[in-house]
């Protein structure tokens, strides 16, 4: 029998992940203490209802509404509130008193990570993060260790488990945006508020983070691109699935090649996050439901795909466990926790600088020279067509019955070569307010080819 050491755990929140962590720590007590060499003590789960209801049991004398008083004294925090404030506060504190610290919350690493991991070296703690980014997938660790003698060039993921499932459904099944999303929430995937899902705001974070990884800078929060998946309708799904696309709202990460229009340094990098036409033989094309997927492309590595859950309680509880695991090695061992690499700091592009293939759909009249007219305005912008379809729209029956028939309209799909999204921009521009085109309909970026 060995004699472990006893390692005070303070646990914060007690919702979709924080319960599942509690009940693992609780029933698999003694296989983290072999794994961790110590005996791993839930001193109390801080919560703001201590009456409320939990997805598991937990025994009532655990809970309490006093954060700060569990934290004194703690040994590991845990904190799986979520938001900003008292979030950022009790860190501080749990740090301050020497306690190592295991989060998953993308949003305060996201906005206040410096401060954070600098309040961690001070003292020599550490900050562990792995169910910040894709739930259970393990992608902070190989980004932070195993990579870190290569030189990464891409990302380009799913990161985001509430919107794959909504945007799957929808595919799939033709469901509603509404009552996908509602299952969503039921099933704990998504934030509290869920407009940081489906605004694309959490998957923001999250590239934010891994930018910061993958390219040792600090990735401000407000320099990502962010687009969310609120305007995409089943015209748009229909429309992507009859061109042999699937809609995918992705997080791109990637340094931008050298074309003479860069910082002083020479170096740029572009992180975004947007809803993306992929094409259905593309392996992001199959993550469905609330999966997440990353791609990681190396200089030395090559290509990396890292796959699995990348939302749900007992799923990212995985991940937050492997890292209270090593958060305990590391307080048994002693010495000091291992920091952030030193940050540098990478100018973010503006979306405007850009490449990638589009595909535009317009409505336009069905009449003669119409297309000619449209091809020149591409033309003039220096965006080169790749495939054109259109499709003749019939009138409807009420305003074929009229006297005057309503002009025949007609619905031009335009697949574009990779083109700088700043010249596509003022392009869309120009055809939107041509006289021949009576609506732009929608433009998506065509990403993984
Ligand atoms: P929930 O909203 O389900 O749970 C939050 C918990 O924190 C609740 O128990 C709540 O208490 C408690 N809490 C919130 N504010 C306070 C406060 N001011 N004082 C005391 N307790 C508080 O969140 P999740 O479990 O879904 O997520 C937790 C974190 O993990 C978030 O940062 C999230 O982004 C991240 N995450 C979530 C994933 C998921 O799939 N859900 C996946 C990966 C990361 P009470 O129950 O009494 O209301
Ligand atoms: N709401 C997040 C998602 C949880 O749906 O991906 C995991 O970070």
Redesign the pocket.
């Known amino acids: 029998m060995i004699d472990h050491r006893r390692l005070r755990v303070a646990l914060?929140?007690?919702?979709?992940?924080?319960s599942q962590v509690a009940h693992l720590l609780l029933t698999q007590a003694a296989e983290l203490a072999e794994r961790s060499g110590a005996d791993l003590e839930l001193a109390g789960i801080?919560?703001?209802?201590v009456d409320?209801p939990r997805d598991v049991d937990l025994p009532r004398e655990l809970l309490t509404?006093d954060?700060e008083g569990l934290i004194v004294g703690s040994d590991i925090v845990i904190e799986?509130?979520?938001?900003i404030e008292?979030a950022r506060a009790h860190i501080l504190t749990a740090l301050n008193s020497g306690a190592d610290v295991v989060t998953?919350?993308?949003?305060l690493l996201a906005t206040h990570g410096a401060e954070i991991f600098d309040a961690a070296d001070q003292v020599g703690a550490s900050v562990s993060y792995e169910?910040?980014v894709a739930?259970a997938i393990p992608i902070v660790r190989p980004l932070k260790d195993s990579l870190a003698g290569d030189r990464v060039v891409r990302i380009m993921g799913i990161v985001n488990?509430t919107t794959n499932y909504i945007l799957d459904r929808m595919d799939k099944e033709g469901a509603d945006f509404a009552d996908v999303l509602a299952q969503a929430q039921a099933l704990?995937?998504a934030?509290?508020d869920p407009t940081a899902d489906v605004e694309a705001y959490d998957a923001a974070q999250k590239a934010a983070i891994l930018a910061s990884l993958a390219f040792h800078t600090s990735v401000p929060l407000e320099a990502v691109h962010r687009e969310g998946i609120t305007s995409i309708d089943k015209a748009m799904i229909d429309g992507a699935r009859a061109a042999g696309y699937v809609i995918k709202l992705l997080a791109v990460c990637e340094r931008l090649p050298a074309d003479g229009d860069q910082g002083e340094d020479g170096e740029e990098i572009s992180v975004r996050v947007y809803p993306a036409l992929v094409g259905r033989d593309h392996p992001l094309a199959s993550v469905h439901g609330a999966n997440n997927a990353v791609f990681v492309e190396a200089e030395a590595a090559g290509a990396l795909m890292f796959y699995g859950a990348g939302?749900?309680?007992i799923q990212?509880a995985s991940a937050v466990l492997g890292d209270v695991v090593s958060a305990a090695r590391r307080h048994i061992a002693g010495g000091v926790g291992v920091g952030e690499s030193p940050r540098m700091s990478v100018p973010v592009a503006p979306i405007g600088r850009i490449t990638t293939r589009y595909q535009i759909t317009l409505e336009v009249d069905d009449e003669p020279g119409v297309l000619a007219h449209v091809a020149s305005i591409l033309s003039e912008g220096g965006i080169s067509v790749a495939t054109v379809e259109q499709t003749v729209e019939q009138p409807a029956e009420e305003a074929a019955a009229e006297q005057a028939p309503a002009p025949r309209r007609a619905r031009l799909v335009i697949g574009t070569h990779h083109a700088r999204e700043q010249a596509l921009g003022d392009t869309v521009a120009r055809l939107s307010s041509s006289d021949v085109v009576e609506r732009v309909v929608s433009v998506l970026r065509v990403e993984g080819e």
Do not use: F, Q
């Open positions: 914060l929140g007690a919702g979709s992940v924080g801080a919560v703001r209802d409320a509404t954060a799986l509130m979520g938001g008292p998953g919350n993308k949003a169910a910040a739930g488990g704990g995937y934030e509290a939302a749900g309680g990212t």
